[in-house]
């Protein structure tokens, strides 16, 4: 398999792994979504989740891998205000210590995942 159909699936995979999290342990994302949103936190965690499963499909196939791969980098900047959120709540509530450096070298994390996806984008 070439590099780049390999960097492509290991996308998809971690695409489907989160988004399949999603429907299995509901109640964490749940606290991810912010307030504002309208609507109940649970449909947007089963929406995210859907959403995530649809990119990983998308990725997994090369014919819609470029659009797939298109949609997954608006994904993670979609996300990144739940990241946000998480952090502010997890320090707010005097988490672990461990825990709270944890949501905050998350959010840094959302910017080699975007490059991740436009990589796979260009050369789809």
Known sequence: ???????????????????TLHFAVPKFFDALIPRALP????AWTYG????????????????TRRI?????A???IAV???NVKMA???HRTRKP????VGTLLRLPLQIPLVIWALRVRDRA
């Open 88 to 90: 502010v709540d997890y």
């Open 74 to 76: 608006l994904l993670f």
């Open 39 to 42: 609507g109940s936190p649970r």
């Open 48 to 63: 995210s989740g859907a959403a995530e499963l649809g990119c990983a499909a998308a990725v997994a196939m090369p014919r």
């Open 1 to 19: 398999m070439e590099r780049d159909s390999r960097l492509a699936l290991a996308l998809a995979l971690l695409l489907g792994g989160v988004g």
């Open 97 to 100: 210590l461990a825990m709270r």
């Open 80 to 82: 990144f205000p739940g």
């Open 68 to 72: 797939g791969a298109t949609l997954t």
